[in-house]
């Protein structure tokens, strides 16, 4: 089945920073979301982008299916930006399953 | 996101008895899935469905069975918990297929079987 892998697993960061958080993943995709799980566990999505680029307030997010990664930039990090950051992909030979990456941890301090 | 909770939200339970999770979406999505979050190993798909009556397998699917008998309800079973199944369950709901939908996901169910 299709490989996700991201990058990198942990990342501290103060208030204010940005950063940028990658996924690659080894087959075509149909599907690819970003996902948000906080310290509660809830799992929110963030964005549907298996192409092109999209922008939700201070995130923001692009894939380039060609070359097989995502990218997904936060600006101006907040504490609440803090949990897990999860990309999730189906494609390849997996068809209808939503593959996950292992995730990176995104710690922000004040 | 789409209304989707889940029940229990905690259990516990011992190693041979069955457990059975539910969950309900209010979004009339055709689509359903189970997931299993373990460390170290991600989200995982259990069963998912397409419609009423229509199930498939995940990629870890052993041990568990699931139904669907209307739209709103997709039902998780273990038939005989073992502590390997201890983990933390999610549903998700999509209107439209995988691969071309998103999927939306519920709060969870922490499941310890000892």
């Known amino acids: 089945g299709i490989q996700v892998e991201q990058s990198p697993p942990d990342l501290i960061l103060q208030e204010g920073a940005n950063s940028t958080l990658r996924c690659n993943f080894s087959?075509?995709?149909?599907?690819l979301q970003w996902f948000h799980q906080n310290p509660w566990g809830q799992l929110i999505n963030l964005f549907y982008?298996?192409?092109g680029t999209k922008q939700n307030g201070r995130l923001s997010a692009t894939t380039v299916a060609t070359e097989r990664y995502s990218l997904l930039y936060i600006s101006s990090s907040q504490t609440t930006d803090s949990g897990v950051y999860f990309c999730?992909?189906?494609?390849?030979?997996?068809?209808?399953?939503?593959?996950f990456g292992q995730g990176t941890i995104l710690t922000v301090h004040p | 996101d789409a209304g989707i909770t889940q029940s229990p939200r905690h259990k516990v339970t011992e190693t041979g008895t069955p457990v059975t999770l539910r969950c309900h979406q209010t979004?009339?999505?055709?689509?359903m899935y189970w997931y299993r979050q373990d460390p170290g190993h991600g989200l995982r798909l259990i069963h998912y469905?397409?419609?009423?009556?229509?199930?498939d397998k995940g990629e870890v699917s052993d041990g568990y069975s699931v139904s669907r008998s209307k739209t709103e309800d997709f039902l998780l079973t273990l038939e005989s918990a073992t502590s390997s199944q201890t983990s933390v369950y999610f549903c998700?709901?999509?209107?439209?297929?995988?691969?071309?939908?998103?999927?939306?996901f519920g709060p969870g169910t922490r499941l310890t079987v000892l």
């Open positions: 979004e009339n999505h055709r689509y």
């Open positions: 469905s397409y419609g009423v009556k229509d199930t």
């Open positions: 982008i298996p192409s």
């Open positions: 998700a709901s999509s209107r439209g297929q995988p691969r071309t939908d998103t999927q939306y």
């Open positions: 999730a992909v189906e494609g390849g030979t997996s068809y209808g399953k939503l593959t």
């Open positions: 087959d075509s995709v149909n599907n």
